[in-house]
């Protein structure tokens, strides 16, 4: 028996391979099915199964696209309806997979189809369970997301709380957890940089697993401090649901280099956005004007599905040379399929053909602290509520990146702010942003809080009003 942890970090995800003589399963794949397939050959193995545990609303699964190459059968738990063929399991279901076996453990909560699949090894013994977005390292799935009808976030939080007492809880303590995210998901609120885990620890220090907790507490505490979902989560959802194409399509189209004048057209007059994966540093020093930065070093496809509001957009894209497949492949994983090409040469092209270039000015923290001191600044924090409420430059306003676009009115165009957040990466993007929508006077601060930590300026934390005397 094998059982391999395939984790992608820009999504926090986690998908495994199981294989056992010569016969293998997928459980929750990304959208390119080629590694899984590959992956299968390598081990002279065949893909029988291909086991979803619900459907994922923070990014789209290659599930169809991987069925229809190796004939393996898609598995879902109960509730789950699609628009393409399945196995709609039953709780308690068995699948045998060369020497061992997948039971079916139906655990709504997440979601009304949510399943976790418990792995049985070759002598019979409980070894892992396939946990999705029910049980995470440190945390539980969020229940605001398949809110329905008359079914409410306090509802779905309710049947979570049997789905983890009456099903998972009651497994052996040295049963392996194996979740679907880590740190940095927005599936959850406070999941462990860990992704995997023994059972019996998740008992001890998982706040959601305590012995004594009743069911009112557990919703109160699920429920408490949750953001808004992102706006792509139920468009992916809906394309998990009705399948999506496979990844070969989305290459073809989007892995095209296009040149200036192309791409000039396409930006200008067929209302393509133009996005500049680069590094933070690179776009501050020239950078198409009007284009969004998103750089692929870093949460790359989170924050273009928080960002770019419809997945139909059409997308050009300026990439450093030899990663443009990697754009193509990691925007499609969030669903925008509608990627055109790239520009040939880069920014490097556009400047030799005589184009204008914009810029963001960006200083380091040390520069910031010296201007701070010498007058008052505005300075605007794109950090998350948590983030900016733990500690922050005092009188800085928060201006979360994940809100920024419908929050912008706090901004004055006639003002300059000087804009960070905790290393750099979501200051420029939010910088990109105000740029591209008429807000010229933007300094970028380098480094981010954590420069910012290290030098004089004075920070605060946040005292909640009611706590005033």
């Not at 399943?115 to 995470?136: C, M, N, P, Q, R």
């Not at 009651?170 to 999941?191: E, F, Q, R, W």
Request: net charge negative; glycine share 8%; aromatic share 8%.
């Amino acid at each position: 028996m094998k059982v391999e942890q395939i984790y992608t970090g820009c999504l926090a995800q986690g998908a495994y391979y199981i294989e056992s003589d010569g016969e293998a399963a997928i459980v929750d794949p990304l959208r390119e099915s080629q590694p899984y397939i590959e992956k299968a050959e390598k081990e002279g193995a065949s893909i029988k199964y291909i086991f979803e545990t619900h459907f994922h609303a923070d990014f789209v699964s290659g599930h169809v696209d991987l069925a229809s190459k190796t004939n393996a059968t898609i598995v879902y738990g109960p509730n789950a309806k699609t628009e393409y063929d399945i196995h709609e399991a039953k709780d308690g279901e068995v699948f045998q997979l060369g020497k061992v076996q997948i039971k079916v453990l139906h655990t709504p909560g997440h979601t009304m189809e949510s399943t976790t699949y418990l792995l049985i090894d070759e002598e019979g013994k409980e070894h892992a369970i396939f946990s999705g977005d029910t049980l995470f390292i440190g945390d539980v799935g969020r229940p605001d997301l398949a809110q329905k009808g008359t079914l409410t976030q306090n509802d779905l939080a309710g049947f979570l709380y049997d789905s983890l007492r009456k099903k998972i809880m009651t497994l052996p303590d040295d049963v392996i957890v194996y979740p679907a995210h880590g740190a940095g998901s927005a599936c959850g609120k406070n999941m462990s940089k860990e992704t995997s885990d023994l059972l019996g620890n998740q008992k001890k220090t998982n706040y959601a697993l305590r012995a004594d907790m009743s069911k009112e507490e557990f919703v109160k505490e699920v429920t408490d401090g949750l953001l808004p979902p992102p706006q792509y989560f139920a468009q992916n959802v809906a394309m998990n649901k009705s399948g999506a194409a496979g990844l070969d399509t989305i290459l073809e189209k989007g892995n095209v280099a296009l040149d200036v004048a192309t791409f000039e057209a396409m930006a200008n007059h067929e209302g393509a956005l133009v996005l500049d994966t680069r590094k933070p540093g690179q776009f501050a020093e020239a950078h198409v004007p009007n284009s969004i930065f998103i750089g692929i070093d870093g949460s790359f496809a989170p924050w273009v599905g928080a960002l770019i509001p419809d997945l139909q957009q059409s997308i050009i894209f300026i990439a450093d040379e030899g990663r443009e497949v990697e754009v193509v492949t990691r925007l499609s994983r969030v669903g925008y399929d509608n990627t055109l090409g790239f520009l040939k040469g880069g920014i490097d092209a556009w400047k030799s053909a005589g184009k204008e270039v914009d810029l963001v000015k960006s200083i380091p923290a040390t520069a910031f602290a010296e201007e701070f001191r010498s007058g008052s600044l505005n300075v605007l924090d794109v950090r998350k509520p948590g983030e900016f409420e733990a500690e922050h430059v005092e009188n800085a306003q928060t201006l979360p990146l994940d809100f920024i676009s419908e929050q912008m009115d706090q901004v004055n165009k006639d003002q300059t702010y000087h804009v960070h957040c905790a290393g750099g990466y979501r200051s420029m993007i939010a910088s990109s942003i105000l740029k591209s929508r008429g807000y010229h006077n933007i300094v970028d601060v380098a480094g981010g809080f954590k420069a910012i930590s290290e030098t004089d300026i004075p920070t605060t934390d946040y005292v909640c009003p009611s706590t005033l005397k």
